[in-house]
């Protein structure tokens, strides 16, 4: 997998893309190593050297605040893997419910893929102000993830793919809810922080 083609291709026409990573042979691993790994860490890294940059300070945190920041960064990391992880699990489990073949392969292939926007628009976190932009990432996200489900790349049905994708937008927003409050908990920082 050419890993900068298939960016550019989930982002510039993403109802091709679907097609062809439809057929296309990819395990899971391949799809975590090869493609989220390395995307995920885009805005985690970018999040990092703004606030390093900037000499953010993360309130009530003793100790070095870079050392914070780096903690932060590490497990805002790990933590967005398993979000996509967890989402890919979930489209698989929720597949018989809206009469769709169910795949994990290709129920991760719709979480990872429908990631990439979100992890490229990342980037604007080196500049903290510009940060809210990555709210553009993640609607686009939406809008990728929902031609993944009308491909159909899980075989659901035209009457009920629209049902899956709204269930499994739900499912994102839980879990993205779980995953700001556990780093907001872990680093004692007040509200739920974007770690996209």
């Known amino acids: 997998m050419n890993l900068v083609a298939r960016v550019q291709a989930i982002l510039l026409k993403p109802k091709e893309e679907w097609a062809k990573i439809k057929e296309?042979?990819?395990?899971?691993?391949?799809?975590?190593?090869?493609?989220?790994?390395?995307?995920?860490?885009?805005?985690?890294?970018?999040?990092?050297?703004?606030?390093?940059?900037?000499g953010f300070r993360i309130p009530y945190a003793g100790g070095s605040w870079m050392t914070r920041a780096l903690l932060y960064a590490i497990f805002s990391y790990i933590l967005s893997l398993v979000l996509v992880y967890a989402l890919g699990f979930i489209i698989n489990a929720l597949a018989p419910n809206f009469s769709?073949?169910?795949?994990?392969?290709?129920?991760?292939?719709?979480?990872?893929?429908?990631?990439?926007p979100v992890?490229?628009?990342g980037i604007f976190n080196l500049i903290p102000a510009l940060s809210v932009l990555g709210i553009l990432g993640?609607?686009?996200?939406?809008?990728?993830?929902?031609?993944?489900?009308?491909?159909?790349?899980?075989?659901?049905?035209?009457?009920?793919?629209?049902?899956?994708?709204?269930?499994?937008?739900?499912?994102?927003?839980?879990l993205m809810a779980v995953v700001g409050i556990i780093l907001g908990a872990a680093f004692a920082i007040r509200g739920v922080m974007a770690f996209f």
């Open 138 to 174: 993640s609607l686009y996200g939406l809008y990728v993830l929902y031609l993944g489900f009308a491909t159909p790349l899980m075989g659901t049905p035209k009457e009920k793919f629209t049902g899956y994708f709204v269930v499994s937008v739900v499912v994102v927003i839980v």
């Open 119 to 121: 992890w490229i628009m």
């Open 24 to 54: 296309e042979p990819t395990t899971i691993r391949q799809l975590f190593t090869q493609y989220a790994v390395i995307l995920a860490a885009i805005p985690v890294v970018a999040q990092f050297l703004g606030w390093a940059l900037l």
């Open 100 to 116: 769709s073949t169910q795949s994990l392969p290709l129920a991760m292939k719709l979480a990872v893929y429908s990631m990439t």
